[in-house]
């Protein structure tokens, strides 16, 4: 008997053997770990046989997993969570070859909904076919399809492909492009030929076991606990979407979260010129009302959401370039205000390009920083490159990098490793200027200002740096609980009061949650991808931020100067091991806050 | 109920305005309300192309209303798989969504294909025009032949999808009682319920079509 709002069953699928199997969650995990992020994390804990797991080995579990919320039209909670084991991450101190974190990664769209439409609580594909495959999937009928036609295919190009060849639009898909087919660890998965669960390496986890693409659709609904209180709470918030905070609606509308990039930049927040500065003073040619003149035409929505933040249009100019989504905060930043590229249709023709490859834009934007700054500095030359003259806000060499990122060519095979492994291999301190955590890239808000925010927030989070972590444990435990239940940080702001995520998840379950009792979920779903990273040989030192922080400050706009206080930062991680019950010395769980978060099935195994 | 209006000489005059008047395929200046065969007025779902962000809330809507469960005797709104909508929003890359329901045709292909001789007192065939303008389905003396669905296909929106037992057609637009919940429940003020000019024919064609009318006109791209 399952959990009632699930079907207590993921779909198992084993590339290698071609077995397709269901595999029954127990009702104790679907309580503990709710869905999406948490229990995707619960499944690769189990379904790994132990640390050090090679992540594109067969073994490696690819985990696609909605949330109770998904597939419901609650607004805006829509997200689809992909969990693996990173191709991205290591130690600094490696216990083992293979050691990394556990990785997950979220996009919006509507393919999560329709997982749980085919009667499923995720899909989880483990294995390596022997040639390129897609999955197709109808309710309980499921195929395993040869692909070898669509390999090497873009993903704008496959986007339609894939439809032709299913003869159906109401299929919803995820797929990579070429970036994850070379097995780009850096790689990404994408649906509607945008939306992308980016960072984190999941597509190349997904390249590596030679599956171009997930089809699904169905006709099932699961049984709710309290139908009744659900579609209560359900016109409840619909109608507080329609009547309360309308101008968030309307800033959503209009910019998506383009919206701050002219903020973020004023604030001295934003990553600019490889995180060397925090302001840019071009930023408002990329921002979000130029993009409104001369870009996008159309606003567009995922499953059953008012807001509608991805925008897309037309760029003309430099380029000319359909666009699917941007820019918007990220690639906008990491394409354009971070490597000082102001020209509008350039860095959309970046994005664009990026996204029909399959890339995590944040991370190889990152890079492409990372190696100008080396260029600049004149660490390496036009020749290393193999002559690009790779200068601040030159497009076309930020449009050379990425083709040789994603097809590995000359030094693109190195630098789709990241920067991390740029540092390794060039030395001269370069590591001061590798702008990383674990060996996954930072995002685009930069930390000096807001420090004590932003310097735990990359430095403790599980998948290695990520901007959406939160920067204390109350914000990580509110957001793994949201990506566990599929929900969407952009809306968070409405389910407050009566229409509380607890509330909705006691209708869906029929069981009784409290806002403390989602908040202890989220503290024990942190934790546990905490474990896993422990048992991977991750420690307190990993747990830091890049050498640039403590040592650059900021020379324009009205930071000028900022920069964090080494003391400061150390101080602040003891006192947030302290609060979260790690020990200070390894960051390990203590045993006792294990027990108290009902994780000691973690105890014995690390 | 919101966007609950008469389709007025203005509303006209608006639609011909965006994307300069290629939105009325077969537009002239002037209009006349459809009516059906005893000069009824008759009101439909009408789509807003530009306003449509794709969401789907409006499948759902309408699938867990038009599909109730019981509870304790009372009949309410199922969750709403939108596999079961009458309304459909078609995806396209490049990216237009589409919005496909029942347009309540003035001259229905659907009951003109019907095999079965009409009723001698109703004048009904097995697929008719009910009382309160939908297009209904009387089971009992519908044969699942299909026809209605495939006119509609050639000739409209394609929305008469046969159920996959019976044959029998299904997913055509009830209206919900007088208060359509995908007009409802729409976040953008995208559809709305209203007499519908019979010179309006872009509600009628198969989804691919008016994609291929958005996307030349939103992205100036041929497809």
């Known amino acids: ?400 990098m990425i083709h040789k990122i994603c097809n590995r060519e000359d030094i693109g095979d190195l630098a789709c490793r990241g920067v991390k492994y740029m540092a390794q291999e060039l030395g001269q301190d370069t590591n001061k200027f590798a702008i990383h955590v674990k060996g996954h890239e930072l995002a685009a808000w930069n930390v000096p200002v807001h420090s004590d925010y932003w310097s735990i927030c990359y430095a403790t989070s599980n998948r290695g740096a990520c901007h959406m972590n939160g920067g204390n444990t109350s914000g990580q435990n509110q957001a793994a609980l949201r990506d566990s239940l599929a929900a969407c940080n952009f809306a968070s702001g409405w389910y407050r009061n009566e229409i509380s995520y607890a509330n909705f998840l006691s209708a869906i379950t029929g069981l009784e949650w409290t806002d403390e009792d989602v908040d202890r979920a989220g503290a024990r779903i942190f934790t546990l991808e905490k474990m896993f990273n422990y048992r991977e040989g991750f420690t307190r030192d990993d747990d830091t931020i890049p050498p640039k922080f403590f040592e650059n400050k900021f020379t324009f706009g009205d930071h000028k100067g900022a920069i964090v206080d080494k003391k400061a930062f150390y101080t602040n991680l003891t006192n947030y091991y302290k609060e979260r019950g790690w020990d200070i010395k390894t960051s390990r769980p203590q045993n006792e806050t294990l027990v108290d978060l009902d994780l000691s099935f973690t105890i014995e195994r690390t | 109920m919101r966007n609950s209006k008469k389709y007025s000489r203005r509303h006209f005059l608006q639609d011909m305005a965006f994307g300069g008047g290629g939105l009325i395929l077969l537009g002239t200046f002037g209009f006349r309300i459809i009516q059906d065969k005893e000069n009824r007025i008759i009101k439909a779902i009408s789509v807003d192309f530009s306003k449509c962000a794709g969401c789907r809330t409006c499948e759902t809507a309408c699938s867990a209303y038009n599909n109730p469960i019981e509870i304790n005797g009372e009949r309410v709104n199922s969750l709403g798989n939108p596999h079961y909508s009458n309304i459909k929003v078609y995806h396209f890359n490049p990216d237009v969504d589409v919005p496909v329901t029942c347009a309540l045709c003035e001259d229905p292909p659907c009951i003109n294909a019907c095999p079965i001789a009409p009723d001698l007192i109703t004048g009904r065939k097995a697929i008719y025009r009910d009382e309160n303008m939908t297009i209904k389905n009387d089971t009992e003396r519908c044969i699942g032949c299909t026809q209605c669905a495939q006119a509609c296909e050639n000739l409209r929106g394609g929305v008469i999808h046969p159920n996959p037992e019976t044959h029998k057609p299904e997913r055509m637009c009830t209206l919900c009682d007088g208060n359509p919940q995908c007009v409802e429940n729409c976040p953008f003020g995208a559809l709305s319920y209203i007499e519908m000019p019979a010179n309006r024919s872009y509600e009628n064609l198969a989804p691919e079509r008016i994609a291929q009318q958005l996307i030349e006109q939103l992205y100036n791209i041929k497809v």
Not at chain 1, 328 to 349: F, R, V
Request: glycine share 12%.
């Open chain 1, 1 to 400: 008997m399952a959990v009632k709002g699930y079907y207590g069953k993921v779909l198992d699928i084993n590339l290698s053997s071609g077995e397709i199997n269901t595999l029954q969650i127990p009702e104790e995990d679907i309580k503990r770990f709710i869905g999406g992020r948490g229990l995707g994390t619960k499944i690769l804990w189990d379904k790994l046989p132990g640390p050090g797991v090679d992540p594109l080995s067969p073994e490696n579990a690819l985990l696609f997993m909605p949330g109770p919320f998904s597939g419901l039209p609650i607004p805006s909670s829509s997200r689809t969570c992909v969990v693996t084991k990173s191709p991205r991450t290591s130690a600094v101190n490696p216990k083992y070859e293979h050691g990394s974190t556990v990785s997950y990664s979220n996009m919006g769209g509507f393919f999560g909904p329709e997982i749980k439409f085919a009667g499923y609580d995720g899909i989880c594909v483990t294995g390596k076919a022997s040639k390129p495959v897609y999955i197709k999937i109808i309710d309980d009928k499921v195929e395993i399809v040869d692909a070898t036609k669509f390999w090497g295919m873009e993903t704008e190009e496959f986007d339609n492909a894939l439809i032709d060849e299913l003869g159906d639009r109401k299929f919803e898909s995820c797929y990579i492009g070429p970036a994850a087919e070379n097995l780009v660890p850096m790689a990404s998965i994408l649906n509607t030929a945008a939306r992308a669960a980016g960072r984190g390496g999941t597509g190349c986890v997904m390249g590596s076991k030679n599956l171009k693409a997930i089809a699904i659709k169905g006709t099932q609904s699961p049984q709710l606990g309290d139908h009744k209180r659900y579609l209560n709470l359900l016109s409840k918030v619909r109608k507080s979407f329609r009547e309360n905070n309308t101008e968030g609606v309307e800033w959503w509308r209009y910019g998506g979260t383009a919206n701050v990039l002219t903020t973020s930049s004023k604030n001295g927040t934003q990553a600019v010129k490889n995180y060397s500065e925090g302001t840019y003073g071009e930023i408002k040619e990329i921002g979000a009302a130029a993009n409104r003149e001369k870009v996008w035409k159309r606003d567009f929505a995922c499953f059953s959401c008012a807001l509608a933040c991805k925008k897309s249009g037309i760029a003309k100019g430099s380029y000319s370039v359909m666009v699917h989504d941007g820019p918007e905060y990220e690639t906008g930043t990491m394409l354009g205000a971070n490597l000082m590229i102001s020209d509008l249709a350039g860095l959309q023709k970046l994005i664009a390009v990026a996204d029909d490859y399959g890339v995590d834009i944040i991370s190889i934007g990152n890079t492409i920083g990372f190696l100008m700054e080396a260029y600049e500095k004149g660490i390496i030359d036009s020749k290393y490159l193999g002559n690009i003259e790779l200068t601040w806000g030159n497009v076309d060499a930020a449009l050379q």
